[in-house]
């Protein structure tokens, strides 16, 4: 990943930040995102092999970098993990959750364990990891960012698992914001639109035609940039941000405010014209 090397300012200087499924695409942008802002940063997921390699890059901008393996299905794994961050670089100023699974199948074929695997993925192991860090968050001042999706607003055909789930992140994410501020933590979403450069737009948009239809349901005709949703988590945890709680921003170049119809349309269109 091209992260750029120089150090954008020194905000997060002394902060811990731990980054659920923050070895590849938008959660490791945001990972680099804070530490070229002066953080120490601890990514999780699955694969040990990704997390050695998010570890050996960010050691290039972050003050210190670190991370652990482990599945945000299995609580006990989340809880190791924050404990390891824990004990390796004290309170969690910045939490990030963002592990998420994707794939695209229409629910008619879609089975039970499809529908919950990513429902456990995205919406249990979200819960897992708030849940699992919160008495290891600094407070007050502690901020929760927890990764959405503009699936969670606009209804997409072949996403009933996806959207469920996100939506189920949206309703965590302002419950927690309200049991939560009164000690400090604040938390909020951010909902990206299409982001270029990452695995789930790989999966949504595999070919040229699905990518240009669906840039024609967008607004500004363009997909986010991965550094832009690191900039908004930088900023929601900053001092910038610092009244933002239960709020979920969406970053989307004005897809979502032309309603589901637009977006599902196109994508429909270009999975008639790929078959
Ligand atoms: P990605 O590169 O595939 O990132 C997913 C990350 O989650 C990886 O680090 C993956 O690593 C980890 N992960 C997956 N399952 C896990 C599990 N069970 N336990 C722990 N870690 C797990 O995908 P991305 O496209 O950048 O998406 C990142 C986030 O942005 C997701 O929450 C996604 O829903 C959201 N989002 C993406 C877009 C987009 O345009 N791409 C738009 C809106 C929202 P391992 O394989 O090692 O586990
Ligand atoms: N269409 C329909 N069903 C699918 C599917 C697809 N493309 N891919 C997986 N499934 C189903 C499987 O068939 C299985 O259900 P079954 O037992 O009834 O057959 C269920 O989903 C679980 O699949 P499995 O491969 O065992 O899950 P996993 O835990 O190993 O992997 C995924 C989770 C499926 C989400 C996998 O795609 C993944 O690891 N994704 C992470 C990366 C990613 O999605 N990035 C984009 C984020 S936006």
Same mark, same amino acid.
């Given at each position: 990943?091209?992260?750029?090397?120089?150090?954008?300012?020194?905000?997060?200087?002394?902060?811990?930040?731990?980054?659920?499924?923050?070895?590849?695409?938008?959660?490791?942008?945001?990972?680099?995102?804070?530490?070229?802002?002066?953080?120490?940063?601890?990514?999780?997921?699955?694969?040990?092999?990704?997390?050695?390699?998010?570890?050996?890059?960010?050691?290039?901008?972050?003050?210190?970098?670190?991370?652990?393996?482990?599945?945000?299905?299995?609580?006990?794994?989340?809880?190791?993990?924050?404990?390891?961050?824990?004990?390796?670089?004290?309170?969690?100023?910045?939490?990030?959750?963002?592990?998420?699974?994707? /794939?695209? @199948?229409?629910? =008619?074929?879609?089975?039970? $364990? #499809?529908?919950?695997? %990513?429902? *456990?993925?995205?919406?249990?192991?979200?819960?897992?990891?708030?849940?699992?860090?919160?008495?290891?968050?600094?407070?007050?001042?502690?901020?929760?960012?927890?990764?959405?999706?503009?699936?969670?607003?606009?209804?997409?055909?072949?996403?009933?698992?996806?959207?469920?789930?996100?939506?189920?992140?949206?309703?965590?994410?302002?419950?927690?914001?309200?049991?939560?501020?009164?000690?400090?933590?604040?938390?909020?979403?951010?909902?990206?639109?299409?982001?270029?450069?990452?695995?789930?737009?790989?999966?949504?948009?595999?070919?040229?035609?699905?990518?240009?239809?669906?840039?024609?349901?967008?607004?500004?005709?363009?997909?986010?940039?991965?550094?832009?949703?690191?900039?908004?988590?930088? /900023?929601? @945890?900053?001092? =910038?941000?610092?009244?933002? $709680? #239960?709020?979920?921003? %969406?970053? *989307?170049?004005?897809?979502?405010?032309?309603?589901?119809?637009?977006?599902?349309?196109?994508?429909?269109?270009?999975?008639?014209?790929?078959?």
């Amino acid at each position: 990943m091209n992260t750029g090397s120089t150090n954008v300012d020194d905000t997060f200087r002394e902060r811990t930040v731990f980054v659920a499924g923050g070895t590849s695409g938008i959660n490791l942008a945001i990972a680099h995102g804070f530490a070229r802002r002066g953080a120490r940063v601890f990514v999780m997921s699955r694969s040990q092999d990704k997390v050695d390699a998010a570890v050996a890059e960010l050691r290039g901008t972050a003050a210190a970098a670190a991370g652990y393996a482990a599945d945000v299905r299995d609580y006990a794994a989340v809880e190791a993990a924050i404990t390891a961050c824990r004990d390796t670089f004290g309170t969690i100023d910045v939490l990030v959750s963002g592990a998420a699974g994707n /794939f695209v @199948s229409p629910a =008619a074929q879609l089975s039970a $364990n #499809g529908f919950r695997t %990513v429902v *456990d993925i995205d919406l249990v192991g979200t819960f897992h990891v708030c849940r699992a860090a919160y008495e290891h968050l600094t407070r007050p001042g502690a901020s929760i960012i927890n990764i959405s999706a503009t699936q969670a607003i606009n209804p997409m055909p072949g996403q009933a698992h996806v959207c469920a789930a996100k939506a189920g992140i949206d309703a965590l994410t302002k419950v927690l914001a309200i049991e939560w501020g009164p000690a400090g933590v604040r938390v909020n979403a951010i909902a990206p639109g299409p982001v270029d450069e990452t695995e789930g737009m790989a999966r949504l948009t595999p070919t040229a035609a699905h990518r240009d239809r669906v840039l024609q349901a967008i607004p500004l005709r363009r997909y986010a940039r991965l550094q832009e949703i690191a900039d908004t988590a930088a /900023f929601l @945890s900053g001092p =910038a941000g610092a009244n933002f $709680n #239960g709020a979920v921003l %969406v970053c *989307d170049g004005g897809q979502s405010t032309l309603g589901s119809g637009a977006f599902a349309a196109a994508w429909a269109e270009a999975e008639a014209a790929s078959t």
